[in-house]
């Protein structure tokens, strides 16, 4: 078969199969008289070979070595091809992301993609230092495209760089709510951590009701977190967290002052006072617990607290009983 016959057939053009040729892939096994190759039924099949193992990834040379080499062995190639096209993909997937970014930041010329290319490498600098400046330049000088600043915040361990980070989050509205949520359901403790710290500094309501639906998130830390952010916020679905934070000894300072907050509302304030009372009521509640309990009773208002310090000021627990007495002095210092 004519060279020109089998480019029809095989879907090769002439060029290509001349540069076979040269190369040593496929020499075709005759010539007619006229001088013109001539391929046998072995030599297309070893074309289709060719294509195939080309379509797969291979250079010609290493398609060479897998039809010629008698000791190759095609898993150990297959092996590295997975790997080469994995690092393939995470690198176009990167500058898919990169591009998607710029664009999102919908920069009027060139100077604004060049300005946004060099902050998106600032926030994956080495140095915290780099890392910071750009989170504090995304809301200050060249706007950053959200996803790039969860990204990062979620990422980041320095805590002064996570700080900005946060902060440009908070500045950035509502965008930001929704991909902080799937940081929540990350398999990583660490970015459920950041992800709700983040939440926690977002002023908008969408934060707030995804904190809301992290008070029942398995996470412990993810609770606490939401709680004391929550209760900052005046949400009274914090309380029972907070209060078991106080008997658990876990932030159980910002704890208390969440409460505090909470308490400004007169009806709340005996809800509060009752509930920390019943909490020291518990047989279960060790002596430290107790002590705390009554430390957070102090900067809840009204005659239920009161009553109840009175009470605690003839405890048998003679920690809390001067606990509960001394901040009975204080309070009617201040009144």
Same mark, same amino acid.
């Given at each position: 078969?004519? =060279?020109?016959?089998?480019?029809?057939?095989?879907?090769?053009? #002439?060029?290509?199969?001349?540069?076979?040729?040269?190369?040593?892939?496929?020499?075709?096994?005759?010539?007619?008289?006229?001088?013109?190759?001539?391929?046998?039924?072995?030599? +297309?099949?070893? +074309?289709?070979?060719?294509?195939?193992?080309?379509?797969?990834?291979?250079?010609?040379?290493?398609?060479? $070595?897998?039809?010629?080499?008698?000791?190759?062995?095609?898993?150990?190639?297959?092996?590295?091809?997975?790997?080469?096209?994995?690092?393939?993909?995470?690198?176009?997937?990167?500058?898919?992301?990169?591009?998607?970014?710029?664009?999102?930041?919908?920069?009027?010329?060139?100077e604004g993609v060049l300005q946004t290319v060099a902050l998106l490498q600032e926030l994956g600098a080495e140095s915290a230092g780099k890392r910071q400046r750009a989170a504090l330049s995304s809301v200050e000088e060249v706007p950053v495209p959200v996803e790039?600043?969860?990204?990062?915040?979620?990422?980041?361990?320095?805590?002064?760089? @996570?700080? #900005?980070?946060?902060?440009?989050? #908070?500045?950035?509205?509502?965008?930001?709510? @929704?991909?902080? %949520?799937?940081?929540?359901?990350?398999?990583?403790?660490?970015?459920?951590?950041?992800?709700?710290?983040?939440?926690?500094?977002?002023?908008?309501?969408?934060?707030? %009701?995804?904190?809301?639906?992290?008070?029942?998130?398995?996470?412990?830390?993810?609770?606490?977190?939401?709680?004391?952010?929550?209760?900052?916020?005046?949400?009274?679905?914090?309380?029972?967290?907070?209060?078991?934070? +106080?008997?658990?000894?876990?932030?159980?300072?910002?704890? @208390?002052?969440?409460?505090?907050?909470?308490?400004?509302?007169?009806?709340?304030?005996?809800?509060?006072?009752?509930?920390?009372?019943? $909490?020291?009521?518990?047989? /279960?509640?060790?002596?430290? #617990?107790?002590?705390?309990?009554?430390?957070?009773?102090?900067? =809840?208002?009204? =005659?239920?607290?009161?009553?109840?310090?009175?009470?605690?000021?003839?405890?048998?627990?003679?920690?809390?009983?001067?606990?509960?007495?001394? =901040?009975? /002095?204080?309070?009617? %210092?201040?009144?």
């Amino acid at each position: 078969m004519l =060279i020109g016959e089998v480019a029809r057939r095989s879907g090769v053009s #002439a060029r290509m199969l001349r540069h076979y040729d040269s190369l040593g892939l496929v020499r075709p096994t005759g010539r007619t008289a006229a001088g013109y190759r001539e391929y046998s039924g072995e030599d +297309i099949r070893r +074309i289709f070979h060719i294509e195939s193992l080309r379509s797969l990834g291979l250079s010609l040379r290493e398609v060479g $070595c897998a039809l010629d080499d008698p000791d190759f062995r095609p898993s150990e190639l297959v092996d590295d091809l997975i790997r080469r096209t994995r690092d393939r993909i995470a690198g176009e997937t990167a500058l898919l992301t990169r591009l998607r970014r710029i664009g999102a930041a919908e920069p009027a010329g060139w100077e604004g993609v060049l300005q946004t290319v060099a902050l998106l490498q600032e926030l994956g600098a080495e140095s915290a230092g780099k890392r910071q400046r750009a989170a504090l330049s995304s809301v200050e000088e060249v706007p950053v495209p959200v996803e790039a600043l969860v990204e990062a915040a979620l990422s980041e361990s320095d805590p002064n760089v @996570a700080g #900005a980070l946060r902060w440009a989050l #908070a500045q950035s509205g509502d965008g930001g709510s @929704a991909l902080l %949520a799937e940081g929540l359901g990350s398999s990583a403790a660490e970015v459920r951590k950041r992800a709700v710290q983040s939440l926690a500094e977002m002023p908008n309501g969408a934060a707030t %009701a995804l904190l809301r639906d992290a008070l029942a998130h398995s996470d412990i830390v993810v609770r606490r977190y939401a709680a004391l952010a929550l209760g900052a916020r005046g949400v009274t679905d914090a309380v029972p967290m907070l209060m078991d934070m +106080i008997v658990e000894g876990a932030n159980d300072a910002d704890a @208390a002052d969440a409460l505090s907050t909470l308490a400004g509302d007169p009806a709340l304030a005996d809800q509060i006072a009752t509930g920390l009372v019943d $909490c020291l009521a518990r047989g /279960t509640v060790g002596s430290s #617990a107790r002590r705390r309990l009554t430390q957070a009773l102090a900067d =809840i208002p009204g =005659i239920t607290t009161s009553r109840a310090l009175a009470d605690l000021s003839q405890d048998e627990d003679r920690g809390v009983a001067l606990t509960a007495a001394y =901040i009975l /002095t204080l309070r009617s %210092a201040r009144s």
